[in-house]
């Protein structure tokens, strides 16, 4: 650091030298922790000049190749000179010192030391390093610095095109100087980096939009990597995603002057790249990409396009054709709205194409057609005709969409408002392009006829010319759904010229032609018959002209039902035209066609029929309609008279199809509706009375009723209508033989609505019932018609109510009814009838229908159906019947039954009252009768009162209740809407809210769309301007409202007074918040449900500086709505928090100027409310909000880590699921198990989002945060609940103390406290990283607070009890103090040394598993410490560990004090000999003192430290002068007394081993006492050897007994032979015993005590100092040299033949006259008996094992002699 610090003021020389002398030697610090290495490498902003000198030398060094440099090239990256401050000319640097150094570097850079800009790109270099270490490193590091980084700051994307290009002279850049402008030094020239880094550097310009602006190095670098020499595939799609991302993020003006370049690139790539497919898909794209922005550049050049479109035909490959579908689809875009040449161009270039026969070819013109031009361009618009005959689906259904003939979506319907082509140039232009069609044979050829086009293309174009006709027309949406479009579209017709008019005729001529389908004949028929109904003058008589009628005839024998309809309607129309004899005689054909065996031709007559007898009515002379009662013609014309007869028979036969005698039902439904378009045509010469029975029971019930009141009288008319109608179907065809009178019909009809079955025949007979009287204003029978309607009544489905609707309007106001008017007739031609009817229109049928539906079916009747069905005709009546004087009169009777059906629970009743109530306010007339009718209606409403009407006394009304209550009834929505308007005090709105807010799917049916008022939304929208500011924010909360009629009803109106919803929002923002933050408390569930709902839609896409006000009382209030009690609202609210979400994390960002504001306001109120809260969803929803929030806002959050970080940690355990902490429970009794559990959970945390936060926060704590944070921290760590956040807790320790060492400092003696706490706990988990933070944290602490952590930890280990947790902590504490901090264990080592050699002697324990990990432990704690040797570790340490091992051995616990005794037997075995006073005498009493007593287990221990401590300190112990030392004495006769204690096998097996070392080391002669203990245990004879087997012992235990024995008897055997003294008078005295002893046994144990005795015998006879004479000499020739021998021949055990040649070898001497082992002299030579000799010479000579071969030789040879000199 202090040469670092030198820099400051240098020379650049200078300061390069310092650098190659530090950067070098940086090798030396790779194991140095982060913190460490921030400490070294720490620098104020005084050295800010250091700093930036250093960061670029680091910078040159990273980017050093590995291997000897070649002065004349230069490396990727650097320049000459570059190259040569880093080495300072010596290009030999080690490649392995190099990657060391590079990768010290990474590790410094990422230690907060510097920036993380800063550093950015020093780190890339590294990630692109060749050498995986560091390589690895640096891509590590880089993922975790990039998403912090700011892609727009200047310096690093200048410097990453910098390592792309090297040095670049760009033209236009300010010289370097004046003398040498655009001129670089070649030495300082710096080369381009590879592949391996242009790799990495692309990727990040896509996350830069000034990287895409950086002209012109991006298109610089693109090129390179597309075109220069050192690239391959995976670059080149680098950087073609670079160029899409120019394309996208580029300034305009910047991307004029790069679009040509980059265009240029990427179709050299489409041309020359053919085998590489993703790159040329890529290619397209950009293409697309670059047309989207700069569109006038491929406007210019239509090159462009006629490529894409070869591309199409040329491509065959499937992912390349879809790209140049897609880029066609954005290129297409440029070329919108073309004009002039360039138009022409791209008109005839979709013209070839649409004939291509290349499908995609043909679907991309098409497209095109509707994307380039206008929908009212013509060329345009031909080319999606041609589509419509393509034989592709995809393609033909296009092509019907760009004619606007395709069945629209919903999302569609606002985006097609562009008027089609003017109707006169488009037939012209298709006229004459069938004209060329035809005259080159046409296009269409079968074997009756050839066409201009293919059908589907004529059917097409024919349904476009009719919408062009209409469009010109200027025909309304209104005109359309009521089919009154024909008055416009004569206008239009009549104004045009009659050669425009001839040539449309032309079109539909070719399409009638036989060649034709029958689908293509039915569109052109029906256009025809428009043109002819709407041009009478001028298309009639072409018609007329050219064709002839039997042409049109024809038609009506197609097999088109709807080719028949529209001829027989033309052919009438034409019939009418030509003389009355031409037109008879049709309708004579027309009337035998009828009765035709087929079906099409029978079908189509009976509709001509009815449309040519509706014609031939209006060729009746004056005074021909009225024929009396008998039907008399007498006074008529000839010519009337033939054609009544005509009418007359015409009608007859259509009656012959009613009854149940037609079995096609088709025919019976045309016949019926010929018969309705006779009658209302005009009044049919018929008789009003009736023949037979139906007519005189009719007229006797009339009569019958006369004097009744009003009510009988309608009850006995009706019953005798029934009976007319039962004799008039069981007689039909014999009243068809008589003359037909309009009663007889009457009661026909009604016969054939009850007999029929399917609606559809119940539809046209009411129909047809409905259109009797109106050509009729005098028709007499208008109310049993309408009685026999009402009998429909309990119909169900509300498409045939809304026809018997329509026929009633038709029964009451005949023509002033829409229903009744003929849509293929002018209404000029009807106008002059209905003025001169109107007189005898205005009876009381109206008033009676009225009151009738009042009084029967809405009043009293409490069937659903009934009052559904009465609903609807009473709406068809207000709607149809409008014009009606006597209409006005009933309006507030017709609210007040509106309103007491509103709250009906049958959804069509209400939506019918509400369309009602809205008609009803329309249609009245004066201001103060609507200001009657809004209080009438607000009042029940809101305050439930009945509405006040006149009635009759007869008439009851109101027999069911309003509807349920607001709060749970079927009047939610219309209160609402109520409410709504009183809110702006215009009441009278409700009636314009109830019509914008239908919704029911019976609207759109096809009755039920002739009430959507088209001009209601226009109406409303102007009404309700004023009052939008008060609307919207309600509006835009009910359009959330859980009750889908509410939400339907308000979405409607939302719709009709917004027009533009975004701009809407954006302007009433704040008083729609306002609004939703008061609703979210709100009393009623659905307001807070709809609230969250509309909060959630509200919210998305808002800007930051628009909610920060809002944000933290939004969130209180959306996390106390999710826990609500209703679940819906719940649910609501989760939605609500997660948008919230989403938009508090946006505005949290660093960047974002109010995010500190957010901040502030959000995260508080989080932590306090939303984490603690006893709701787990909003714990949750809280928590991810938290984590979203840190993760964005950087350091804003450095004023709440006090308090987050707490949270974070708690959170850990409060959110694990708690099936994991079951589990761990149930395992507690298995400590192994519990760990591994344990273990898992918390591997878990290190991943966990929440330890990521804590983690973010680690770099913005500073010693004011630590104030606040640690006191938390601390109590977290002693009372934290769970075992996540224990462990969580004390890892943030560890954070910490890496990042906020100093400032830590004063905290640490707190924290340890609180860690020491945490050691007790139960979870070994929780108490290794508790220990472990206790390591790092001591190196902060105070010494004094160490010292006092030492010795609890000592206390703990020598008092608690052995399963404590306590003492199971001690290990992990030390071991940790001592691997992480090594210096404060350094410091402390006078308390911890001994401490840890104490318990690294701990004894195993079975029953304990972890007991064994422990001493690990233990073991690798003392290797951390010990620094050179571990004798030199002993003797340094030696007071300390004598003080801490010998107070052991008096401790309670039996196993602290065999630990005690280990621990003493280490330290004298580490000190050997040097081992004196005063320590070997502590040692020695320590030992001594702890043998009196019990044998307790593991006592064994003792013994063997004061074996060990005897026998390698033998001199001091003898020498010793110190008064407190034990003498040999005493400790022999300690280790005697051990001996004595029967009952404990092992542990006297071990004293008797033990004393026999002791007595040996000590030379000491206690023979003759041990001999009474030994020689018994030897001897298997003797009593004292063996106790009597129990009778009750198992085999088991007799076994194990057994084996003790003969355990004891080898440890009595060998300690017999080191107890053996140097005394004559012992030896003389016991040898016999011991010799016969080891005879008798030897033959009769084990092999091991065979081992054992062989060896004691080589002690005995090695220290033998006496003679052998008599009975001993006798012995060892008898019986113990016998038992050798057979020792030697033991094949099976080789220890025992090696143990018994040895032995032998000690024996021998005697009996050679060899001296003793013992140097005690020698000896006459014992005589051995010949037999034995023999066996023992022989036994020697075949010794088996070849390493003792020689010494078993000598010892036969030896033998041999001996016998010889005998």
């Not at 370097?176 to 070649?186: E, G, I, K, L």
């Not at 005795?1653 to 040299?1681: A, H, N, R």
Request: net charge neutral; with cysteine; hydrophobic share 40%.
């Amino acid at each position: 650091p202090k040469l670092l610090r030198s820099l400051a003021g240098r020379t650049p020389l200078q300061q390069d030298g310092i650098l190659r002398l530090c950067v070098p030697a940086m090798e030396h610090l790779q194991h140095k922790t982060p913190a460490q290495m921030k400490a070294i490498f720490s620098f104020d902003d005084r050295e800010s000049p250091i700093r930036e000198v250093l960061m670029e030398f680091l910078f040159f060094y990273l980017l050093l190749p590995y291997g000897e440099l070649n002065p004349k090239s230069t490396p990727p990256g650097l320049s000459v000179n570059q190259v040569a401050r880093v080495t300072g000319g010596d290009h030999t640097i080690g490649p392995d010192s190099l990657e060391k150094v590079k990768l010290v570097i990474i590790k410094l850079l990422t230690c907060e030391v510097f920036g993380e800009e800063e550093v950015f790109c020093h780190l890339l270099v590294g990630a692109a390093d060749p050498r995986h270490s560091v390589s690895d490193s640096g891509t590590h590091k880089l993922k975790q610095f990039a998403t912090s980084v700011n892609w727009e700051n200047p310096t690093i994307i200048a410097r990453l095109f910098h390592l792309c290009q090297g040095t670049v002279a760009i033209p236009g850049k300010r010289p370097r100087s004046q003398t040498q402008p655009q001129q670089v030094d070649p030495r300082d020239r710096v080369s381009p980096t590879g592949l391996r880094m242009r790799l990495l550097v692309l990727p990040y310009f896509l996350k830069s939009t000034l990287a895409a602006n950086s002209f012109p190095s991006c298109v610089q670098v693109v090129f390179d990597c597309l075109f220069g020499p050192v690239t391959n595939n995976k670059l080149r799609s680098q950087a073609l995603y670079f160029v899409h991302h120019i394309c996208t993020r580029a300034q305009e003006q910047k991307l004029s002057l790069m679009a040509p370049v980059l265009l240029t690139g990427l179709n050299k790539i489409t041309n020359q790249l053919a085998e590489e497919q993703s790159l040329r898909v890529l290619a397209y794209t950009g293409i697309g990409l670059l047309a989207k922005r700069a569109p006038t550049m491929f406007k210019k050049d239509t090159a462009h396009l006629t490529k894409l479109f070869d591309a199409l035909k040329e491509e065959s490959n499937q992912d390349i054709l879809l790209a140049v579908q897609e880029c066609l689809s954005m290129v297409g875009q440029a070329y919108k709205s073309v004009v002039g040449t360039q138009a022409l161009i791209v008109e005839a270039l979709l013209l070839e194409n649409i004939c291509s026969e290349n499908s995609q070819s043909r679907l991309a013109a098409v497209h095109y057609a509707q994307v380039v031009f206008p929908f009212s361009h013509i060329p345009s618009r031909f080319v999606c005709m041609l589509a419509c005959g393509d034989s592709k689906d995809e393609v033909k259904e296009e092509g019907r969409k760009g004619l606007r003939l395709h069945v629209k979506r919903p999302e569609e319907t606002q985006s097609v408002n562009q008027q089609p082509p003017d109707f006169v140039s488009m037939v012209k232009y298709f006229h004459n392009r069938c004209k060329l069609s035809m005259q080159s044979g046409g296009q269409y050829k079968t074997d009756v006829g050839t066409l201009p086009y293919p059908p589907p293309v004529l059917s097409g174009a024919i349904q476009f010319l009719r919408a062009c006709l209409s469009a010109s027309a200027c025909v309304t949406e209104e005109q359309k759904l009521t089919n009154q479009m024909l008055p416009s579209i004569a206008e239009y017709l009549s104004a045009l010229e009659e050669e425009q008019v001839v040539s449309y005729m032309d079109i539909l001529k070719h399409a009638l032609k036989p060649a034709g389908s029958s689908e293509l004949h039915s569109v052109a028929m029906q256009a025809l018959l428009e043109a002819a109904a709407a041009s009478l003058n001028v298309v009639v008589p072409q018609l007329l002209a050219s064709v002839e009628l039997q042409w049109v005839k024809g038609f009506t024998r197609s097999s088109s039902p709807d080719t028949r309809q529209a001829a027989s309607r033309l052919l009438a129309i034409l019939a009418v035209h030509t003389d009355r004899g031409k037109c008879l005689e049709l309708a004579k054909q027309t009337l035998e066609d009828t009765t035709s065996d087929n079906y099409s031709t029978q079908h189509g007559a009976v509709v001509s029929l009815g449309h040519l007898v509706g014609s031939c009515l209006g060729q009746l002379g004056p005074g021909c309609h009225d024929v009396g009662s008998n039907g008399s013609m007498e006074s008529m014309e000839t010519s009337d008279t033939e054609m009544i007869v005509v009418i007359r028979k015409a009608i007859r036969r259509l009656t012959e199809f009613l009854g149940g005698g037609t079995p096609i039902p088709q025919l019976l439904a045309s016949a019926l509706g010929a018969l309705g378009d006779i009658f209302r045509s005009g009044p049919v010469p018929l008789p009003d009375g009736g023949v037979g029975v139906a007519v005189s029971q009719g007229r006797a019930a009339a009569a019958a009723a006369e004097g009744k009141g009003q009510e009988e009288k309608e009850k006995e008319e009706e019953v005798a209508v029934v009976q007319a109608q039962a004799v008039g179907s069981s007689s039909s065809k014999a009243v068809g033989a008589l003359l037909l009178s309009k009663r007889d019909l009457v009661e026909m009809l009604a016969a054939q609505l009850t007999a029929a079955k399917e609606v559809k025949s119940k539809e046209a007979c009411v129909l047809t019932m409905g259109l009797l009287p109106v050509g009729d204003p005098a028709f007499p029978h208008k109310k049993p018609l309408v009685t026999a309607l009402f009998r429909l009544r309990e119909e169900k489905g509300h498409e045939l109510h809304f026809t018997v609707g329509e026929a009633l309007s038709c029964v009451c106001a005949g023509r002033l009814s829409p229903i009744a008017c003929d849509p293929w007739r002018l209404p000029s031609n009807t106008m002059q009838q209905i003025s001169e009817a109107g007189d005898a229109v205005m009876d009381d049928t109206l008033s009676w229908t009225l009151n009738t539906i009042f009084s029967k079916y809405i009043g009293s009747n409490t069937n659903s159906l009934v009052r559904q069905a009465s609903c609807v005709w009473l709406l068809s009546l207000l709607k149809h019947c409008s014009k009606h004087p006597d209409m006005q009169g009933f309006l507030p009777q017709i609210q007040a039954t509106f309103l007491n059906v509103l709250g009906e629970k049958n959804e069509v009743i209400q939506e019918v009252a509400s369309r009602g109530l809205g008609l009803v306010y329309e249609l009245s007339s004066s201001p103060s009768h609507r200001k009657e009718l809004v209080e009438v209606l607000v009042g029940t409403l809101m305050e439930g009162r009945r509405s006040a009407h006149h009635v009759t006394d007869n008439t009851e009304l109101f027999h069911t209740s309003l509807g349920k209550a607001p709060t749970g009834g079927q009047l939610n929505t219309y209160k609402e809407l109520c409410s709504l308007a009183s809110d702006l005090n215009q009441p009278d709105l409700v009636y314009k809210f109830m019509n914008l807010a239908n919704h029911h799917a019976l609207w759109n049916s096809k009755k039920g769309a002739a009430f959507g008022f088209s001009t209601i939304m226009s109406q409303a929208r102007e009404q309700l301007e004023p009052h939008v500011p008060t609307l919207v924010p309600r509006l835009y909360r009910y359009k959330h409202d859980p009750n889908p009629q509410i939400q339907q009803a308000m979405a409607s109106i939302w719709k009709a007074i917004v027009t533009e919803n975004k701009k809407t929002v954006d302007k009433y923002f704040t008083e729609i918040m306002k609004d939703l933050t008061h609703n979210l408390n709100n009393h009623l569930w659905r307001n807070r449900e709809a609230s969250c709902l509309a909060l959630g839609d509200l919210l998305v896409s808002r800007q930051a500086k628009e909610l920060v006000e809002y944000l933290p009382e939004l969130w209180e209030l959306c996390l106390r709505v999710r826990d609500d009690i209703k679940e819906s609202v719940r649910k609501a609210a989760s939605v609500a928090c997660r948008v919230l979400l989403k938009v508090t994390v946006h505005a949290c960002d660093e960047a974002v100027s109010t995010g500190g504001r957010v901040v502030e306001g959000v995260l508080p109120m989080l932590l306090q409310k939303g984490m603690v809260s006893a709701s787990t969803e909003i714990r949750v929803i809280s928590l991810e909000a938290v984590l979203k929030i840190s993760r964005n806002a950087g350091s804003l959050l450095k004023p709440h880590i006090s308090q987050l970080v707490p949270t974070l940690l708690e959170s850990l355990s409060s959110l694990e699921q708690q099936a994991l902490n079951t589990i761990s429970l149930q395992y507690s009794g298995d400590a192994e198990v519990q760990e591994k559990i344990d273990v898992l959970r918390v591997s878990s945390t290190k991943s966990s989002p929440m330890m990521e936060i804590v983690n973010l926060c680690v770099p913005h704590i500073d010693a004011e945060v630590l104030q606040q944070l640690v006191p938390r921290l601390a109590e977290l760590l002693k009372s934290g609940v769970g075992l996540k956040t224990k462990v969580a807790s004390a890892n943030f320790v560890v954070s910490l103390v890496h990042s906020s060492f100093q400032d830590l400092q004063p905290h640490a003696g707190k924290l340890l406290g609180a860690l020491v706490s945490g050691l007790s706990d139960r979870s070994l988990v929780v108490r290794k990283d508790n220990a472990r933070a206790i390591g790092y944290l001591v190196k902060a602490a105070k010494g004094i607070r160490v010292t006092k952590l030492i010795e609890k930890m000592k206390k703990w280990y020598l008092e608690a009890e052995p399963d404590s947790p306590h003492k199971a902590s001690v290990p992990l504490v030390l071991s940790s103090i001592a691997t992480h901090s090594p210096d404060t264990a350094k410091d402390h080592a006078v308390e911890i040394v001994p401490l840890v050699f104490l318990g690294m002697h701990e004894r195993p324990v079975k029953e304990d598993p972890s007991s064994e990990e422990r001493i690990k432990r233990w073991k690798e704690t003392w290797q951390e410490l010990v620094t050179g040797t571990e004798s030199g570790m002993v003797r340094l340490y030696l007071g300390e560990l004598v003080a801490t091992a010998c107070p052991a051995l008096g401790a309670q616990s039996w196993l602290v004090k065999a630990q005690g005794a280990a621990a003493v037997a280490a330290i004298a075995e580490k000190m050997g000999s040097s081992l004196s006073s005063p320590h070997l005498a502590t040692m020695l009493s320590s030992l001594t003192s702890a043998l009196p007593g019990q044998v307790w287990d593991g006592k064994e221990a003792v013994l063997k430290a004061l074996e060990s401590v005897v026998v390698t300190c033998r001199s001091a112990v003898l020498n010793s002068v110190d008064t407190n030392q034990p003498s040999a004495e005493e400790i022999a006769r300690g280790l005697f007394q051990q001996c004595k204690k029967r009952g404990h096998s092992s542990y006297r097996k071990a004293a008797i081993g033990a004393l026999g070392e002791v007595l040996q080391a000590l030379e000491l002669d206690m023979f003759s006492e041990l001999s009474s203990i030994l020689l018994p245990l030897i001897n298997p004879a003797s009593t004292s050897a063996r106790e009597e087997d129990s009778d009750d012992e198992g085999e088991e235990e007799r076994s194990a007994r057994q084996t003790a024995r003969l355990d004891l008897q080898a440890v009595a055997s060998k300690a017999i032979g080191k107890a053996w003294p140097n005394t004559a008078t012992t030896q003389a005295k016991h040898f016999g015993d011991v010799c016969r002893a080891f005879s008798v046994s030897l033959g009769s144990t084990t092999w091991k005590g065979q081992v054992a005795i062989l060896s004691g015998l080589q002690d005995v006879f090695s220290k033998l100092c006496v003679p052998i004479e008599g009975s001993e000499e006798e012995l060892l020739s008898t019986e113990l040299l016998p038992t050798i021998d057979q020792c030697l021949r033991n094949n099976k055990y080789s220890a025992v033949r090696h143990q018994a040649l040895l032995a032998l070898e000690k024996i021998l001497p005697a009996y050679t006259g060899e001296p003793h082992s013992s140097g005690t002299g020698t000896q006459a030579p014992l005589k051995l008996a010949e037999t034995t000799r023999a066996d023992l010479i022989d036994s020697l000579a075949s010794f088996p094992d070849h390493r003792h071969k020689e010494l078993a030789l000598a010892m036969a040879n030896s033998l041999k002699l001996n016998c010889d000199q005998a």
